[in-house]
């Protein structure tokens, strides 16, 4: 634990002597919002037959499913920044110098950034209660709760994973990349999964993220009980279960063969 | 005496990855293997200091790296008060206090405290202990204030900071790679003496150093071996060292001539 808070506090310390990235992350939440909140009025403000199943219109709907991805985008994309930071610094060789386990570095590597995004999160939920007033009073939080650890675990296996490739490759991630371009689209963070054609929908199941925005809105919007939610749930612990591990093995044996060709400091 | 570090057979060739126009082409067949140590076999008592002398490439920053557990070698094994790195390599790393011949390596925009703190941490000491011993070592080098940033650093002043760092978590093997090249002739002179002095006569830590400095060679070391592609060539003893300073003048020149 103490490793952690020392990676913790050197992260804030660097993050900290840079000056504007907090105050821009809560103009961009901002107006990635407004332009849902226009796309709303343009429809209507309606609640559509895809959105019937949550009981609420698009804005409230791309409220939720953006907020989270914004969350869950942190376990797949800051292990392999933060790993690429190291190199570039050539930190990463002398952090792996000391004896400290390839768990905590990780840990140590990524906290930071689920704070931030723990942070963003808020914003999205403040902005949506008391900005653009979406009623977000039936929500469920144990089971709010309960869907962002499960989702966080999921995507930092496949966050660590995406490290795996930097460690090796340095630049060129194909998970990130097949992460990045098939996510949006069959994840149901820009619309519900039920507008695409079944094919696409068959593919969406593949992805963690299908469950994590359904179990989300279901939650915040209908007030799912963890019971309610127990289809969603249990995949998504079976994804943590699988991705976890095998990201930590992965990325040990990433460093392992770094070792072997001799490139670990390169970048 | 039981030797403390112990090398043999221990070698490493650098393959080059597979550039794109090889993979666009379907031509894997690689460019020739590096060859950076071959068959390197030698041994080192608690206590004592070895020095690696070569010319440029002559493989010294990879060796150190291949004791520090930064590289695996491809043959042969290595142990370190008994252990061996390739089973036992996060004990050794508690053993090993590394200093790089790199600036990189460091946060640039956090203070060298800051940056000591951080790593001491990694090496389970708390940050009280930290600056104690910081602010102890730091007094071997002149002028050298602790509190500013490590971008404002000079050349030298950083590689003091990369010093204090292999050394403030007292390690029972020090691994330094050209440890004097950006310091000053005073700070240089005087923690080569404290290295031998105070580290190995006093504490009975074993240090091993890369250097290009004859001198340093002949003054502070227990043992040296010099390498040329790879491989080794001489090994000298302390009386040779001491005694025969010219003899090891023109052993030494007379390698790194060698085929020029």
């Not at chain 1, 768990?103 to 995004?117: R, T």
């Not at chain 1, 994804?239 to 040990?252: Q, R, Y």
């Not at chain 2, 090993?96 to 000591?116: A, H, P, V």
Request: with cysteine; glycine share 6%.
């Amino acid at each position: 634990m103490k490793k952690i808070i020392a990676f913790l506090k050197k992260t804030f310390l660097v993050e900290s002597s840079y000056q504007f990235p907090l105050a821009l992350n809560i103009a961009s939440i901002f107006l990635g919002l407004l332009s849902y909140f226009f796309i709303n009025k343009l429809f209507g403000q309606k609640i559509t037959t895809h959105l019937e199943l949550f009981g609420v219109d698009y804005f409230s709907y791309v409220l939720v499913s953006t907020g989270l991805f914004g969350y869950i985008s942190v376990g797949i994309n800051s292990f392999p920044q933060k790993i690429a930071d190291e190199q570039m610094e050539g930190t990463l060789e002398a952090i792996i110098l000391t004896p400290t386990k390839t768990k905590i570095i990780l840990a140590g590597l990524g906290i930071w950034n689920f704070i931030v995004a723990s942070v963003d999160f808020a914003i999205y939920a403040i902005l949506g209660l008391f900005v653009f007033r979406v009623n977000l009073g039936s929500a469920n939080l144990a089971s709010v709760a309960l869907v962002l650890i499960l989702s966080i675990l999921s995507f930092t296996g496949l966050g660590i994973i995406s490290a795996s490739f930097v460690v090796i490759f340095k630049r060129g991630n194909p998970l990130a990349w097949v992460i990045g371009a098939f996510e949006g689209i069959v994840g149901g963070i820009f619309f519900p999964i039920s507008v695409l054609p079944g094919w696409l929908q068959i593919i969406s199941m593949l992805f963690p993220v299908t469950y994590a925005v359904k179990a989300m809105e279901l939650a915040v919007y209908r007030g799912y009980t963890i019971y309610q939610l127990k289809t969603e749930l249990t995949i998504l612990v079976i994804f943590s279960t699988v991705l976890l591990p095998t990201g930590i093995k992965f990325f040990g044996w990433a460093i392992n063969y770094a070792k072997k060709q001799g490139t670990l400091a390169s970048y | 005496m039981e030797n403390f570090v112990e090398l043999n057979h221990i070698s490493k060739n650098f393959t080059p990855s597979l550039s794109f126009s090889q993979i666009v082409s379907l031509k894997f067949q690689n460019k020739l293997s590096t060859h950076a140590i071959t068959d390197l076999s030698f041994s080192l008592e608690k206590g004592k200091i070895l020095g690696i002398l070569g010319p440029n490439g002559a493989g010294k920053t990879t060796l150190l790296k291949i004791i520090a557990t930064l590289l695996f070698p491809d043959s042969g094994t290595i142990s370190i008060a008994g252990k061996y790195i390739e089973k036992d390599n996060l004990n050794i790393r508690s053993l090993i206090g590394f200093s790089s011949l790199q600036e990189r390596g460091f946060y640039w925009r956090l203070t060298g405290k800051q940056n000591l703190e951080f790593f001491m941490a990694l090496h389970n000491i708390d940050s009280k202990t930290a600056f104690k011993k910081a602010n102890e070592l730091s007094e071997l080098f002149r002028f050298l204030d602790l509190n500013k940033r490590f971008d404002s650093y000079s050349a030298g002043m950083k590689q003091a900071i990369s010093l204090i760092r292999a050394l403030a978590h007292d390690p029972e093997l020090l691994l330094l790679d050209e440890p004097t090249k950006s310091l000053d002739y005073l700070s240089a002179q005087r923690f080569m003496q404290f290295v031998l002095d105070e580290l190995a006569t006093k504490r009975n830590k074993t240090i091993i150093f890369t250097t290009h400095h004859l001198e340093e060679i002949s003054n502070f070391c227990d043992k040296a071996i010099i390498l040329k592609n790879g491989r080794l060539r001489e090994t000298l003893t302390k009386s040779t060292l001491k005694a025969e300073f010219n003899s090891l003048k023109e052993t030494y020149e007379k390698i790194a001539l060698e085929n020029q």
